[in-house]
């Protein structure tokens, strides 16, 4: 009887500072997943019995009496945003320490990020379906180093997200794997000194993590990606070529939300040699550079997933949102997943057109920086920025017309550098809002607003301010 007693007492706790906060996401379980099949499709068995759990609060109560200085400096690490957070950052040097770029560098992060949305989903299921209360919650002598979670404490949403993007980055860069179990590690030891998740919270957030990661890399292993290029694109005039081209199969890889690659193909560019293709390439030859352009091309140079990171980072921090663990491995996920699907629309425009690039049409024109190894059409980085500010608008509507601002300079930042063409631009721009489209509608959000920003596409970059 006292125990049965003590465990109402802790769920009767729990409920009282729930309805006092605030649940975080209680139905966030239900939500839409992008590989396994849902969220009750991963629950775990139930967490320990009483006498468990007070054994686990002693271990908890010797790990707070011991903290150091530098388990305080690694609690605050890892507890900084959400527990996707210090994951896609992680991502993010992998991506550049290996120099994966256009469609393998989205690649990556959108396995990672859909395998932390997925991860997210499936812990939020077990949370509630179990409501176990939070050390604190259950024995109020527990000293916590940190705020706790408005959430149940099982499994651990930290060591769910950083098992699964642990087991893909292994899976993407083997020769890390080491490196990428230390963190996990870490991350695990941050958790139990912050006395803020009982031990077999932890150990089922693993378990959990690692089940959702594999099932990611399962599908990741049938994308195509790994299929060899046998052909050729000879030298010939007016014609895009090239001796190393730059993924030249990655229009025919397997999406996330398109039906395919080459579902929203885009019209063919003006052809060369007519007046219209004369405007475009007269419209790079003839633009002044400025400081300013010369900036913007070349912050944008480098990467068109960093720039939007930093974005979704900014608006998660600045809304509150980086404390919803559920929600911001979603908008994670839908800000990859959007840059993915569009840099496989893209690519398969680019290799169905081979249009040249400027300096390509015109030797007088020179680029800022050395010229890509793919076609000119679409700009990629427009692409890519148009898909991420269709999806954001979603998240964020009140700042549609920043995303909108955001997602022009990235694909006008290609112009000023002399390597597109302002159509390249236009027509990226576009391609990406309406993969956002299919994105929205795929992880079960409504799109209304971007209807908004597909109107508002016809502000093109072409009628920017120069």
């Given at each position: 009887m006292k125990r049965q007693a003590r465990n109402w007492a802790g769920l009767a706790l729990l409920l009282t500072v729930q309805q006092l906060?605030?649940?975080?996401?209680?139905?966030?379980?239900?939500?839409?997943?992008?590989?396994?099949?849902?969220?009750?499709?991963?629950?775990?068995?139930?967490p320990p019995g009483d006498a468990e759990t007070q054994s686990e609060l002693g271990e908890l109560k010797r790990r707070i009496s011991q903290r150091e200085p530098a388990d305080i400096d690694a609690i605050h690490y890892w507890s900084s945003g959400s527990p996707a957070y210090r994951w896609i950052q992680i991502a993010q040097r992998e991506v550049a320490g290996h120099g994966l770029g256009g469609p393998a560098g989205t690649r990556a992060m959108s396995l990672v990020a859909a395998a932390m949305n997925d991860a997210m989903v499936a812990a939020w299921d077990s949370?509630?379906?179990?409501?176990r209360p939070r050390p604190s919650q259950t024995d109020a002598s527990i000293s916590t180093a940190i705020s706790v979670p408005d959430s149940p404490s099982y499994p651990s949403e930290h060591?769910?997200?950083a098992s699964a993007a642990g087991a893909v980055l292994s899976y993407l860069f083997p020769d890390r794997k080491a490196a990428f179990d230390a963190l996990v590690a870490a991350d695990r030891e941050s958790r139990l000194y912050a006395g803020t998740e009982f031990p077999s919270d932890v150990t089922a957030g693993i378990t959990l993590g690692q089940m959702v990661g594999q099932d990611v890399?399962?599908?990741?292993?049938?994308?195509?990606?790994?299929?060899?290029?046998?052909?050729?694109?000879?030298?010939?005039?007016?014609?895009?070529?090239?001796?190393?081209?730059?993924?030249?199969?990655a229009g025919s890889w397997s999406t996330w939300a398109l039906p395919s690659g080459s579902y929203l193909r885009l019209d063919?560019?003006?052809?060369?040699?007519?007046?219209?293709?004369?405007?475009?390439?007269?419209?790079?030859?003839?633009?002044?550079?400025?400081?300013?352009?010369?900036?913007?091309?070349?912050?944008?140079?480098?990467?068109?997933?960093?720039?939007?990171?930093?974005?979704v980072n900014r608006y998660l921090f600045e809304t509150g949102l980086?404390?919803?663990?559920?929600?911001?491995?979603?908008?994670?996920?839908?800000?990859?997943?959007?840059?993915?699907d569009a840099?496989?629309?893209?690519?398969?425009?680019?290799?169905?057109?081979?249009?040249?690039?400027?300096?390509?049409?015109?030797?007088?024109?020179?680029?800022?920086?050395?010229?890509?190894?793919?076609p000119s059409y679409p700009s990629g980085h427009a692409c890519a920025s148009g898909?991420?500010?269709?999806?954001?608008?979603?998240?964020?509507?009140?700042?549609?017309?920043y995303f909108l601002d955001r997602a022009r300079e990235g694909g006008i930042s290609t112009f000023y550098a002399g390597i597109h063409y302002l159509n390249d631009v236009d027509a990226g721009i576009s391609l990406g809002i309406s993969v956002a489209h299919f994105v929205l509608q795929k992880a079960g959000l409504a799109d209304a607003v971007t209807d908004l920003a597909m109107k508002a596409r016809d502000a093109t970059v072409t009628n920017t301010p120069q």
């Open positions: 906060h605030g649940a975080i996401e209680p139905k966030a379980g239900t939500w839409k997943t992008w590989v396994i099949a849902n969220g009750s499709s991963h629950r775990l068995k139930g949370k509630y379906a179990y409501n060591l769910t997200a890399i399962a599908w990741a292993r049938s994308d195509g990606s790994d299929t060899k290029f046998i052909g050729s694109f000879p030298a010939s005039p007016g014609v895009w070529s090239s001796s190393n081209p730059s993924f030249p199969l063919p560019p003006p052809a060369f040699g007519s007046p219209a293709m004369a405007a475009q390439i007269a419209g790079v030859k003839g633009f002044d550079r400025t400081v300013d352009t010369a900036r913007i091309a070349w912050v944008w140079q480098a990467s068109f997933i960093d720039p939007w990171l930093d974005t980086s404390n919803n663990p559920p929600k911001a491995a979603q908008v994670y996920a839908i800000t990859m997943v959007a840059q993915h840099s496989i629309a893209c690519w398969d425009t680019k290799y169905t057109y081979l249009e040249l690039r400027p300096p390509q049409a015109d030797p007088q024109i020179t680029p800022l920086f050395p010229l890509p190894a793919h898909a991420a500010a269709g999806v954001l608008a979603s998240a964020f509507p009140e700042s549609t017309a």
